[in-house]
Structures are given as C-alpha cells and as structure tokens.
C-alpha cells in the first residue's frame, strides 16, 4: 500500500508542498492521456481514507467512484490533458509529459517537489523525483491517480454516447477485442489516435 515515505524524504511535514503526479491512458487507442496532480494537506489524509488510497489500476470501478470526491475535497488538486492531436504529433510519451505539466501548473501553487510516476520527469520548475511504481508507493502519487483515471473515464464515457458501438464506456478506448472489431466496422472517429499501429492499420486498410 502507499505511504508517506516519499513525500517526508522530500520535505512533507517541514513547510515543504510536495505534490504526486500520475497519468492515465497511454495505452488506449482513442481519446486522450489526462494527468493529475495532487498535494496533500499538511495534516495528511484522514486516516480512513489513506487506508482505500491505492494505485488507481488495483482499485475497482466503483470505489475509485466514490474515493475521487474524498480526494478532491481535502487535498489540492489539478487535472491536465493532452489531446488526440497532441498525441500523434508528439507522441505518447512527449504527450503524457505535458498533461502532467499541465496538471502542476493548474494547481495554482508552485510545489518544492513534484513525485513523478514513471521514469520521465515534464518541464517543471521544481525540484522533480522520479519513482517508478510511484503509485503504489507514494500516497499522494495513488491520489493523483484515481482522480486522473475517474476524470479519464467519464470523459471517455461522454465520448460514448456521441460515438456509440466501440464500447468506450467499458473499455476507455482500450484495444479490447470489442472496440478492436469496431475499428474495423464502424471506421475511425475524429477521437481515435492515428498515430497507433491498430489505427494506422485500419486507414492503410481504407486508402
């Protein structure tokens, strides 16, 4: 379970404002990659609540529905996105990079130290510590990502009911087989990210 550990290595509880940033949805082939980033109150989250806080990939559905609001409502927190556009032409990486710039900009505090999921620091202007599984270490990093992943699901549901049959309400735009075969019946919308092999297959298939 995360902790504190490497929020008090980088200041947390000294005057410090540590933030945990996350990404979610690098791997879809629709919609876009949205971040979060999350600072904590100086007291830390009550106790109850620390206890759920998770990696937003080991928690079902319904409790990343119900801790979200629990997060946004005693901890500081932003959301950043990169769109399909921004995708294809930065690609995913560069992409993910930005939504997360984009998330500890909007916080609209300037952090000491940013926790970053992953092995790839955006362009802040703070101090930055890469940790890889950092959402399943860092308490504010599992924060950041269940509110990405909940903000990334709705809007890829509100996706679904304009564009319906890929089944992006269930699967977020993951290549599951049912949005996979959609690709192929349905063709590509203007929210699919061309740049991905599944996607690029579909319009070579059509030319």
Same mark, same amino acid.
């Given at each position: 379970?995360?902790?504190?550990?490497?929020?008090?290595?980088?200041?947390?509880?000294?005057?410090?404002?540590?933030?945990?940033?996350?990404?979610?949805?690098?791997?879809?082939?629709?919609?876009?990659?949205?971040?979060?980033?999350?600072?904590?109150?100086?007291?830390?989250?009550?106790?109850?609540?620390?206890?759920?806080?998770?990696?937003?990939?080991?928690?079902?559905?319904?409790?990343?529905?119900?801790?979200?609001?629990?997060?946004?409502?005693?901890?500081?927190?932003?959301?950043?996105?990169?769109?399909?556009?921004?995708?294809?032409?930065?690609?995913?990486?560069?992409?993910?990079?930005?939504?997360?710039? !984009?998330?500890?900009?909007?916080?609209? =505090?300037?952090?000491?130290? /940013? &926790? %970053?999921?992953?092995?790839? @620091? +955006?362009?802040?202007?703070?101090?930055?510590?890469?940790?890889?599984?950092?959402?399943?270490?860092?308490?504010?990093?599992?924060?950041?990502?269940?509110?990405?992943?909940?903000?990334?699901?709705?809007?890829?549901?509100?996706?679904?009911?304009?564009?319906?049959?890929?089944?992006?309400? !269930?699967?977020?735009?993951?290549?599951? =087989?049912?949005?996979?075969? /959609? &690709? %192929?019946?349905?063709?590509? @919308? +203007?929210?699919?990210?061309?740049?991905?092999?599944?996607?690029?297959?579909?319009?070579?298939?059509?030319?």
């Amino acid at each position: 379970m995360p902790d504190l550990s490497h929020e008090i290595a980088a200041g947390y509880g000294t005057g410090v404002i540590v933030c945990g940033v996350d990404e979610v949805g690098r791997g879809p082939l629709a919609g876009p990659v949205v971040a979060a980033a999350a600072v904590l109150p100086p007291e830390g989250l009550p106790p109850a609540l620390a206890a759920l806080v998770n990696d937003s990939k080991l928690l079902k559905p319904k409790v990343r529905e119900e801790l979200a609001p629990l997060i946004l409502g005693c901890c500081r927190v932003a959301v950043g996105m990169a769109d399909v556009g921004e995708i294809d032409r930065l690609n995913i990486l560069r992409a993910s990079l930005l939504a997360m710039k !984009r998330a500890v900009e909007g916080l609209g =505090i300037t952090p000491g130290v /940013a &926790l %970053i999921d992953g092995n790839k @620091t +955006p362009d802040l202007s703070c101090a930055m510590r890469t940790i890889v599984g950092g959402d399943a270490a860092s308490l504010s990093i599992a924060a950041a990502s269940v509110v990405a992943k909940v903000e990334r699901d709705r809007i890829m549901a509100e996706l679904a009911l304009a564009y319906p049959g890929y089944g992006w309400e !269930r699967n977020a735009g993951y290549p599951t =087989i049912e949005h996979r075969k /959609a &690709l %192929i019946s349905l063709g590509i @919308t +203007p929210h699919h990210r061309r740049s991905f092999g599944p996607v690029k297959a579909v319009l070579a298939a059509t030319v």
